[in-house]
């Protein structure tokens, strides 16, 4: 069905909310006028949850350890980690929780939810009501998430040959923000997640079309006794659906089931609240018949299988471009991207090719021409498929380049393996070449694909590079220190080396007097190659302080001095050691 067939359906299913009906909304001669009485009492609920959240964090700043995130996705590392943590015993007691009640905390508590309650609330003051998109196949990508998230890792040990990793409690962490994204990411996610996704998709559209937890939990749902049901006072005004932002038919399920059997039904208790007769209610009964669950099922859909086919691979094409892009982009935002990028490029399509589109309720093109809306729009939807291309070319040549250095390191033919390393040095030359931003760790994978090639010169550039932007990694400065040495820049071999002392102290990992000892030979070496420099006898005067003889470490300092009277490094060095 293509989407003015979809339009004409759903107008015709929306015009009973306009049949004057006795009893309901009004006066027999008054249009009925929905609303839900439960959008305050939620809004609260959502913002005590976001109250706890920020006391969470503050607990985090002021004590350095507190509660795990309560994050269900951290429920994964239990493959990889053995952890069992706060995230997965709370994805286990919401799973439990909603094979009784049903999907509860979709409604009334999570986050994400609130994201997208708020977004659709803003664009309602912008006159924009989004409608949902109903789509055969992209439905199943919150089920393919799940799977990366929860079972992938276990799957892939077990393809591996490897055990179950030992299990341990880690229900508390010193850094809660380890495996969330950063500021950018978190923004970008709150703009695709929220009001992108609403725009385009509906209000839940991330839950439709984004959520790995909405699968787990919808899943749950069907086997959940406490339902939306319905009493004979229903007379089939529709207000339950209208006020609906779960995108379920409510009076046809009542109707046809006696109760919600949609799995989408997120229990905000809205068309309890809407309902006229007060025909609604939560209650706790038996289970919808199977054949039920079936009919339930059938719906009207926005593409015909030859666009349902075009989406599928549009979206694969996006999540290879967006998953871990620049080394930033975390993998639900990912998923967000490429069915985002499936769905307007199919619109494009249309766009393109027929006499009259709508895109949501904007015009874009009415009797062969673009409209303004349609040319803004249309521009929009180029720059993002280009930007999304421009992506995967930059993914392809990472992904090659890295897979080939990871096939070197396991060659045992030296030709061979020189061509492999030559053939990862270009792929990831190429990826940071023309992307548009270059990531840390390419910098320090292009640095070792050049030093295990023996060019030492080119690795000390990229490391040299990515010390600049980590200067407190002390393994970044161990790298350029490695490579200094391999082109016998000794004196720069030096100086990387006592910033790689530096970034440990100021890490909490001071100087001990045993590991001076240790590292005095290898010092000793340097001075010895590079007599007139300045940077090997300054980090020997460091070692020879830090073991205990601060007397030879002045005297060495006041003798470097004399050679090197202008130098600052030597006095602030003195200054340190408490030299006069």
């Avoid at 803003?122 to 990508?141: C, I, M, N, T």
């Avoid at 059997?261 to 229990?267: I, R």
């Avoid at 393994?475 to 490695?482: A, H, I, N, P, T």
Wanted: overall charge positive; glycine content about 10%; hydrophobic content about 50%.
């Amino acid at each position: 069905m293509g989407i003015r067939e979809t339009i004409d359906a759903a107008s015709a299913e929306l015009a009973i909310l306009q049949t004057p009906r006795g009893g309901c909304g009004g006066t027999t001669q008054t249009p009925a006028e929905p609303r839900s009485r439960r959008g305050r009492w939620r809004a609260l609920v959502l913002l005590l949850v976001h109250a706890a959240i920020a006391v969470h964090i503050g607990l985090w700043l002021a004590g350095r350890r507190t509660l795990a995130p309560l994050e269900p996705s951290e429920a994964g590392l239990i493959w990889t980690d053995g952890a069992v943590n706060a995230g997965l015993v709370f994805l286990v007691l919401l799973v439990v929780s909603t094979l009784i009640f049903g999907r509860f905390f979709c409604g009334w508590a999570c986050h994400v939810v609130a994201l997208q309650d708020a977004s659709a609330w803003l664009l309602g003051k912008l006159k924009v009501r989004p409608k949902p998109v109903r789509s055969r196949l992209l439905v199943l990508v919150p089920f393919l998430a799940a799977f990366e998230i929860f079972l992938a890792p276990g799957l892939v040990r077990w393809l591996r040959g490897e055990g179950m990793p030992e299990l341990s409690w880690q229900l508390t962490t010193t850094d809660l923000w380890a495996r969330f994204p950063g500021p950018w990411m978190a923004i970008l996610t709150f703009l695709a997640v929220g009001f992108f996704a609403v725009w385009f998709l509906g209000q839940k559209g991330f839950c439709t079309y984004g959520c790995p937890y909405g699968a787990l939990f919808g899943v749950a749902d069907r086997f959940a006794r406490g339902r939306i049901r319905v009493s004979e006072a229903c007379e089939g005004c529709g207000h339950c659906t209208a006020v609906c932002t779960s995108n379920v038919v409510v009076h046809k399920e009542v109707r046809e089931h006696g109760m919600v059997v949609d799995p989408g039904c997120m229990k905000c208790m809205d068309c309890v609240s809407a309902c006229p007769k007060g025909a609604l209610s939560f209650g706790f009964g038996p289970l919808p018949k199977t054949g039920a669950k079936r009919a339930a099922s059938v719906r009207r859909f926005d593409f015909d299988w030859q666009e349902e086919l075009a989406l599928a691979g549009l979206f694969v094409v996006g999540l290879y471009a967006f998953r871990g892009l620049y080394g930033a982009v975390p993998f639900l935002l990912a998923v967000t991207l490429a069915v985002l990028f499936a769905f307007l490029t199919v619109s494009f399509v249309r766009f393109v090719r027929r006499r009259d589109f709508r895109l949501q309720h904007g015009v874009l093109r009415r009797a062969g021409k673009v409209t303004g809306t349609g040319g803004f729009a249309g521009l929009g939807m180029v720059l993002f498929a280009g930007f999304t291309l421009h992506s995967t070319f930059v993914q392809w040549h990472l992904r090659t380049g890295l897979a080939a250095i990871e096939e070197a390191s396991a060659e045992p033919d030296a030709v061979r393996r020189a061509e492999l390393l030559e053939r990862g040095t270009r792929g990831l030359t190429m990826a940071r070449d023309h992307g548009l931003v270059v990531p840390l760790e390419l910098e320090r994978r292009l640095g070792a694909a050049h030093f295990r090639l023996g060019d030492g010169a080119a690795a000390a550039v990229h490391f040299a590079r990515a010390a600049e932007r980590a200067p407190d990694d002390p393994f970044v400065w161990l790298e350029l220190y490695r490579a200094h040495v391999a082109t016998e820049s000794f004196a720069k071999a030096a100086a990387a080396y006592d910033a790689a002392l530096d970034a440990e102290e100021r890490g909490g990992a001071p100087l001990s007097p045993e590991r001076a000892m240790q590292l005095a030979p290898e010092v000793v070496e340097l001075v010895r190659r590079a007599p007139e420099a300045a940077e090997p006898t300054l980090l020997f005067a460091r070692l020879q302080a830090a073991a205990g003889d601060r007397e030879t470490a002045v005297q060495n300092l006041r003798s470097l001095q004399q050679r090197h009277p202008g130098d600052t490094r030597i006095a602030e060095r003195l200054a340190r050691l408490g030299a006069p």
